[in-house]
């Protein structure tokens, strides 16, 4: 029994779902997505509400789900409130400056590191240490975190490095002098 697949969504105020063959559009205030879905799914769009259900009870039939009902929860609260992912650079001189599409990161390398901006998202500098990357797509505002993110990783004994809003990075003590 899948607990997340067999969840009823409820479909925002301001959000439109159209289901065509196995392609689910949906259209809110902040944009438009689409997901094409599996075969063996079948959404129902009823009183607001909207349920999935699978045709059969195979292990890949069970598994796809969970992820289904999970994707197009993702998508309903994307178009209608929207995603958004905070990141911040803790070290000396490693700072964000963002113009236009492109991010510019100064995290100790000899150079500074310039990043584009992928369509559809949007990014803030909150500070010179933190900016704040937001869209629609749950996936792509996740994924060009990390990949900022991976410029210069958290580090374990200073602690310097770029991390997300809220992250805890545990600590590691240093060497020891010998006697």
Known sequence: MSRIGNRVLTIPNGVNCEIV??????????????YTFDKSMTVVV??????????????????LHGTTNALI????????????????????????????KKITVNAGYSHPVEVSVPE???????SN????????????VSEFAANVRKIRQPEPYKGKGIRYKGEYVRRKEGKKASK
Do not use: H
């Not at 063959?21 to 689409?34: A, C, M, Q, R, Y």
């Not at 009823?46 to 598994?63: C, Q, Y």
């Open 46 to 63: 009823e009183d607001g509400k909207l349920k999935i259900t699978r045709e059969n009870e195979t292990k890949r039939v069970k598994s």
């Open 73 to 100: 929860a993702n998508m309903l609260t994307g178009v209608s409130v929207g995603f958004q992912k905070g990141l911040e650079a803790v070290g000396v001189g490693y700072k964000f400056s963002v113009s236009g």
């Open 129 to 140: 240490t933190e900016i704040t990357i937001s869209g629609i797509d749950k996936q792509k």
């Open 21 to 34: 063959d196995n392609t689910i559009k949906v259209k809110g205030p902040k944009g438009e997505l689409s």
């Open 120 to 126: 559809g998202l949007s990014v803030e500098g909150v």
